[in-house]
């Protein structure tokens, strides 16, 4: 975790304004991740998700992130970390930092616009950089509620983000 917080504290320091956009369904047990973790980082920066602080946006993109491209082309952000349920062959409720061409992999297929085109997209109209971050799941199957692993590494990620973004 020590690798993920420095990583983050130095982009925050060289990217003033963030956007978070958290994906996924609600309806898909853990493939949830990505939003609760936004409402984790809501609570804890006292940000409305939708709505933006100073230098940070909070954006829960549900199964259709794309709906939101103008709002994050609104705040026009130097940094887009983008998180997700991902598949990552780690214990549930692992974070890992992915490199873009991962992105194509990075979803369950819930999302309506495949995520690489969505990111090509705001990197192009924003002109900023993109982090993409995923959490392991234990189980995408239709349903309701994340597993307590996966929460519980979703709330030590955001976090982390909090302490980064302090830094």
Known sequence: MSELLSYFSAAFKAHKRVCFLGVGSELCHDDEAGLY???????????????SGEYVLLVSG?????????L??????????????AFLELPA??????????????????????????LSYLKLACGC??????????????????SARVK?????LADLLVQALSE
């Open 129 to 146: 950089q993109t982090c993409l971050v995923g959490i392991q799941p234990a189980t995408t199957e239709q349903g309701i509620g994340m």
């Open 37 to 51: 973790l936004i409402e984790q980082l809501s609570d804890r920066l006292n940000i409305p998700v939708g709505g």
């Open 72 to 85: 994050i082309r609104d705040f026009s952000p130097d940094l887009l970390v983008v998180i997700d349920a």
């Open 62 to 70: 549900g199964p259709a992130p794309e709906n939101f491209s103008g």
């Open 152 to 156: 519980e590494g979703a709330e030590l």
């Open 93 to 118: 409720g692992s974070i890992q930092l992915l490199p873009e061409e991962r992105a194509a992999g990075l979803s369950f297929s819930t999302h309506m616009l495949p995520l690489p085109m969505l």
